[in-house]
Each structure stands twice: as C-alpha cells, then as structure tokens.
C-alpha cells in the first residue's frame, strides 16, 4: 500500500522548496524558490517523528547544508535518511551522526558514466541495509535517463527493469525524484509511476509533481502500492495549499 514519505530538502543552510530543474551551479540567479521555512530543520525532523512518519529523507543541495542536516539527524536519531553529496569517504560518518541510510547518486556516476565498482565498495562498506540509491532521472526521447549533479548532467544510465534489478542486488531502497516535474505541482509522472509498479522489488519513494491527495491514490492504484510518494511545493508545512499535512498522517494511519 502507497504510504506518504516526508522530506527536508536543504539548500544554504535552509528547508527550502525549489523547482528541481532550476538548480544550476553556473546561473544561482536562475534559481525557482517556491518556499523558504521560518522554520529549523529539527522543527521538520521532530514532526515527522511525533506522527510516525517513516522512511524520510534529507537532501542537502548545495553547499553550506551540514549543520542543518546534522541538526535534523540529532532531532530524530536514526529516523531520517540523508544524501547530496555522499561518497565513499563519509557515508560512514554520516551514518555516525545518526542517519538511518545514506543516500547516493552523483558519487556513482563518475565523469557521468555509470561505476559499478564504487556502488558495490560503498554497499560493502555500510551494508546493504543502509544504502539507498537515488535514481533520479529526466525524461529523453520516452526513456528516463539517471540525472545528476542537482540534476543537470544526464549520466549513461537508463531507468528500466534491467538496471534497477542490478541496482537492488546492492542497496535496500530507491528515492526517484523525477526532475522535470520536481516542484511544479502539476501532477506526477504517472508513465514512470506505472513502471516503477511494475519494475521495483524494493521499498521505493518517488517525488515530483505530487499537488493534492488524489495523487497518492494515484501513485498507489498505478503502482499496485508498491511505489511510496513524497509531497513537497504543495504541502501546507511547505507554504503550499494543496495538501494538509494531517491529511497525510491520517492516510498512513489508514493504510498501515
């Protein structure tokens, strides 16, 4: 059964929502901001762990977002997940300072191509169980295609069956954003959800365009349940107007 999953998304320091396809390192002024909290990242972190609200993760964009994420992994030890920017080098920290599971994407693909070697000495070094490997691509010619650094650069790497079997055999879940409806609100990727059903065999959230209740019935009718779904811009506790919330928890009460 399709469950809501929350997020923290980080950019300098703040919980922000951005538009996922606006994030360009050569142009800040491009940047889309859709919110900007008042609010700390311990306020999201200790909300989401009094409503039992499982399998979140935080996501530093950028630089300058260690202190925050840390700050939102000490709100709820080994509560959240936590990724942007994970390697080799600190994972293991990162799962010292209380992450449940590290999340990784860019670290795979170096130079954009795909290095199975780093995915299985990065499974070898946290477990499996704490490894989620963040598929999130863009839409290209009908296929989706893994994009990384804050999603500008699409990688070798095609989402289909064949490469999320391979992926699986080393991490426990995936996080698939899809990028070109990321912050939009204008409705998921209801193709990609659908596949995703029918391709996934472990825990999977997906994020982007979610904008009111009716998608998580969406996500979970497509998916057969087998696909969980973050809302961002359109969440009350993010400046958006198109989901409560409580409305949220009280799904995850009702789909147990």
């Not at 990727?189 to 209740?213: C, H, N, Q």
Request: hydrophobic share 35%; net charge negative.
């Amino acid at each position: 059964m399709t469950r809501f999953n929350g997020c923290i998304d980080l950019h300098h320091g703040k919980v922000k929502q951005i538009v996922g396809g606006s994030l360009l390192d050569d142009s800040p002024d491009q940047l889309t901001t859709n919110f900007v909290s008042e609010e700390s990242p311990s306020f999201y972190s200790r909300l989401y762990k009094e409503n039992e609200v499982t399998r979140c993760h935080v996501i530093k964009l950028g630089p300058n977002n260690d202190e925050a994420a840390k700050e939102a992994l000490a709100a709820w030890p080994q509560g959240l997940q936590v990724g942007g920017g994970i390697t080799l080098e600190n994972a293991q920290q990162w799962l010292s300072y209380g992450a449940s599971k590290v999340i990784v994407t860019s670290y795979l693909f170096p130079g954009a191509k795909f290095s199975k070697e780093r995915l299985v000495q990065l499974c070898e070094l946290v477990g499996k169980d704490r490894l989620v490997v963040d598929v999130s691509c863009r839409k290209k010619n009908d296929k989706w295609v893994v994009a990384m650094d804050k999603w500008q650069t699409m990688t070798d790497m095609e989402v289909n069956k064949d490469t999320l079997d391979m992926l699986s055999q080393y991490c426990s879940e995936f996080l698939i954003h899809a990028a070109d409806v990321e912050g939009l609100c204008n409705g998921i990727d209801e193709a990609l959800v659908e596949r995703l059903g029918e391709w996934v065999t472990i825990p999977t959230t997906y994020a982007g365009g979610g904008r009111s209740m009716e998608d998580l019935k969406l996500v979970d009718k497509l998916s057969n349940g087998k696909v969980d779904l973050t809302f961002g811009s359109a969440l009350d506790i993010f400046g958006g107007n198109g989901v409560t919330f409580q409305e949220c928890v009280e799904w995850n009460q009702q789909h147990k």
